[in-house]
């Protein structure tokens, strides 16, 4: 373990530093950790111990005071502890201090001996009866049930780690007046619905009764209309990607369905479901970019990354225990010269690229990178396509499976050219930030056509074309009433060809967005003022807008690739400035306008 030294030395700071200040009281409730974000520029804001009723934006250092960010305070506390006794766990295993035991001991207690005290709540709203009145459902300790069942894993694990160091008496107390409460009495209720949320759930109560062997809690997440199985059955793409659209979702089902199957016996009912996940772990990695950067559709976390979710694969690899194929992505992701981006809510312990997870379950892991590229792919049942060739990777969303979490982007695409990020999917700030409904989930700041100035209605599946190797055709309909998309790309060696028609039998006013995330220079034409007229639906926050006159000839240098956009000049062309993620940034945006019914837009790079 000589090379883990800086690591461990790191996490029994953290874990001294965390347990010596740590206090709750059942009288806080935990407010929903997607408010806690600044509602300037969107970044989240600083978590610190110290700190529970000032909460400061780590970018713009404005100071953010009151009840919303108190309870959501709150949450990141106990979650924090969550995490924290996990560790302490392991400390108290691998060095027999008995100060690591204690920490853990003293907050598991304190939760059991307290967890009918707490309120029953969603958010920031006492709950008296409707257990899944919100989406979220419902918690005691935690803001949500989704929560509540994340902290239940966590719990688990810390418990499975620690075994009989705890007296008779201890688990007992902590099983009947902690976990079976938890269960029985707000968690099982909320097994209602095909989604991420149930899966965390179903997980905590499965992993609690394996560790209890209480058959009754197997039963809730193995039997009935919205099993494990059937979550997986019916909630995974037959391309293996998680049916929300979302490449952070799928990964944060994968993290609680992983968690679960460590245990052996969970395995032997889950013959069937372990080729799904594997196939899920195997998906993710071919839908990233060669980069290792994921294309990012729909809501989730911006700038994400395989190494992102390194302790995932790390926990696949104590599941499929000596599989050369989840093995070796792990070795290459490891290799990725790409900078690891954590994510702002519920951020596993990292040391640089290792997880905690790379220590519990793989830590003498010798695999070889893969050499071998990525292709095309269709991912036609999850509304996505990739091409690829030497330089160029291009992806593209045409379509929806459901409603959660979508966002209103019909036919948006992504584009890497030599690795670099030129055009990209923005996610969104947390969900209670004002930033991300006024603009990362707006039709306006993706690579879409909007009409009207509206965002798109439809969250509706779209359908394939064609698709080889180097292009791809699709189209979707009614994504306004009365209005068809589609949308076709063509990749050589060194061009890319985008032809988006637009279908209507009503005269429209129609807007072609380009937003570019290298420094571009137009050529040709002369810029004035401009205004795009539209004061909503994302547009408000649409800066500097200058209008292209007196030209017939229109194109955009776009410098970090030396390539060349050419566009059809049969529009009205204007350049601005759009929010990025967080939005103390911007990056800018060509916008082409038409009206009339039935038009095209075409547009061709040139390398």
Same mark, same amino acid.
């Given at each position: ?48 111990? @110290? ?311 793989? @830590? ?244």
């Amino acid at each position: 373990m000589k090379k883990y030294e800086d690591m461990i030395k790191d996490m029994e700071e953290s874990v001294t530093q965390f347990f010596n200040h740590f206090q709750d009281t059942p009288g806080l409730l935990s407010g929903w950790g997607h408010n806690y974000f600044c509602e300037v520029d969107g970044e989240k804001l600083t978590f610190k111990q @110290s700190s529970p009723r000032i909460h400061k934006c780590g970018i713009c250092d404005y100071e953010y005071t009151g009840e919303k960010y108190d309870d959501s305070w709150v949450y990141l506390n106990r979650l924090q502890s969550f995490f924290e006794i996990v560790k302490a766990a392991y400390f108290y295993k691998q060095t027999d201090n008995e100060a690591y035991l204690n920490h853990a001991r003293k907050t598991l207690l304190y939760y059991a001996e307290n967890y009918a005290k707490f309120q029953l709540h969603a958010k920031d709203k006492i709950i008296t009866s409707d257990l899944t009145v919100d989406v979220g459902g419902a918690g005691k300790i935690m803001p949500q049930g989704l929560n509540e069942g994340y902290m239940l894993i966590k719990i688990i694990q810390a418990l499975d780690i620690l075994g009989d160091s705890l007296s008779v008496e201890e688990r007992l107390m902590i099983k009947e007046q902690l976990i079976r409460p938890a269960i029985e009495e707000v968690l099982a209720p909320q097994l209602i619905r095909i989604h991420n949320i149930v899966c965390w759930i179903a997980c905590g109560i499965a992993a609690a009764g394996f560790h209890f062997d209480e058959q009754k809690w197997i039963d809730y997440a193995f039997v009935g209309e919205f099993k494990i199985a059937n979550q997986l059955k019916d909630g995974v793409t037959k391309n293996h990607l998680w049916y929300e659209g979302s490449i952070h979702y799928h990964f944060f089902m994968l993290e609680a369905v992983l968690n679960l199957m460590v245990y052996q016996e969970a395995m032997a009912l889950m013959a069937d479901e372990k080729a799904i996940v594997k196939k899920m772990l195997i998906g993710a990695y071919e839908y990233a970019f060669d980069n290792s950067i994921f294309p990012n559709p729909n809501d989730g976390w911006p700038n994400i990354n395989l190494k992102t979710y390194l302790h995932v694969y790390h926990m696949a690899a104590k599941v499929f225990k000596g599989c050369n194929d989840i093995l070796d992505i792990i070795a290459t992701i490891e290799a990725s010269e790409v900078k690891r981006m954590p994510i702002p809510l519920g951020e596993p312990y990292y040391y640089g690229d290792w997880p905690l997870e790379k220590l519990l379950f793989n @830590s003498e892991s010798k695999a070889k990178a893969l050499e071998s590229k990525r292709k095309s792919y269709l991912f036609g049942d999850s509304n996505f396509a990739m091409l690829r060739n030497d330089r160029i990777n291009l992806f593209m969303k045409f379509g929806h499976n459901d409603p959660s979490h979508a966002h209103p982007d019909k036919m948006t695409f992504e584009l890497t050219i030599d690795d670099k990020l030129i055009t990209r999917d923005l996610s969104n700030a947390g969900y209670g930030a004002d930033i991300c409904n006024e603009w990362h989930r707006m039709s306006a700041s993706h690579n879409t056509v909007v009409v009207d100035g509206k965002n798109h209605d439809n969250v509706a599946p779209g359908r394939t074309l064609s698709f080889t190797e180097a292009s791809v055709s699709a189209e979707c309909v009614e994504i306004y009433p009365g209005v068809d998309f589609s949308r076709e790309f063509e990749l050589s060696a060194t061009t890319i060809q985008d032809v988006f028609s637009v279908t209507s039998a009503e005269e429209h006013v129609y807007d072609y967005f380009l937003h570019i995330d290298e420094t571009i220079k137009p050529v040709g034409g002369k810029s004035v003022k401009g205004t795009l007229g539209f004061e909503e639906n994302g547009y408000q926050h649409i800066k500097n807008v200058k209008k292209v006159t007196g030209t017939k000839k229109f194109k955009i240098l776009v410098k970090g690739v030396t390539a060349e956009i050419t566009v059809d000049t049969d529009a009205e062309i204007f350049i601005c400035e759009t929010l990025d993620n967080p939005v103390n940034k911007c990056r800018q945006t060509i916008v082409l306008r038409k009206k009339g019914k039935n038009v095209d837009f075409t547009a061709t790079w040139k390398l």
